[in-house]
């Protein structure tokens, strides 16, 4: 089986997204598995999408190197702070890849 790039997954959960939008837009009554509909899935598709932008924590220019930030957040924090940021962003993005 061929090795999906990142690239690919973004490009289907846009589709998927795409999808369950016109689906509420056109008031369709779908049901998933367990009664879950459409307008229950279409946060949480936004939210994995969300999750696979995940900025990655860097470290600051000097003479503030012992801080870390994420630009896109505009958040500041310590050293531990962004080790444990870039890991769970490593394990989200690992899960969302289907990796264990």
Known sequence: M???KL????ELLEILRLWLE????MDSELEFTDGVTSA???PV???VESL?????AKRCDPPWQEYHHVPEVIAEMNRAESQIWN???AY?????????
């Open 2 to 4: 061929p090795k999906v």
């Open 52 to 56: 696979f932008d995940m900025p990655k």
């Open 92 to 100: 989200v993005l690992n899960r969302l890849k289907g990796k264990s």
């Open 45 to 47: 598709i936004r939210a």
């Open 22 to 25: 016109d689906n509420i837009d």
């Open 87 to 89: 890991e769970a962003r």
């Open 40 to 42: 229950d899935m279409l």
């Open 7 to 10: 690239k690919d997954h973004l």
